[in-house]
């Protein structure tokens, strides 16, 4: 019904900067919120951004002031810019769409991308 396709992901050397791009496609009518989570070796998927159908943002700890969501809602599109990347934000990077109300207005719905690896060398 509903699909989340995320690019952008690659490799960058620590300082640089990357663009992630999410776009959800499918029998949608509105989506409340749409983020970011990643999931680093070892570690347990956390929240990185979100952005609400309002133009509101919320960001992590570790990437406040390093990483900018933005939303472009007549399109069903989310994008995360990453910049001054450290090691420690190499992991999967997972976009999610929440509170999806589906053109059959039954319900609200949560879905999720593949994900999207980003690999940052010191």
């Known amino acids: 019904q509903v699909q989340l396709v995320e690019s952008g992901g690659g490799l960058v050397q620590a300082g640089g900067s990357l663009r992630l791009s999410c776009a959800a496609s499918?029998?949608?009518?509105?989506?409340?919120?749409m983020a970011w989570y990643r999931q680093g070796p070892g570690k347990q998927r956390e929240l990185v951004a979100t952005?609400?159908?309002?133009?509101?943002?919320n960001y992590g700890d570790s990437v406040k002031g390093r990483f900018a969501c933005s939303r472009d809602g007549a399109k069903n599109t989310v994008s995360l810019l990453m910049n001054s990347l450290k090691p420690e934000d190499t992991a999967v990077y997972y976009c999610n769409a929440d509170g999806v109300v589906l053109i059959s207005g039954r319900g609200q719905y949560r879905f999720w991308g593949q994900g999207t690896q980003v690999t940052v060398s010191s």
């Open positions: 952005c609400t159908s309002g133009g509101g943002t």
């Open positions: 499918g029998s949608i009518s509105s989506i409340s919120v």
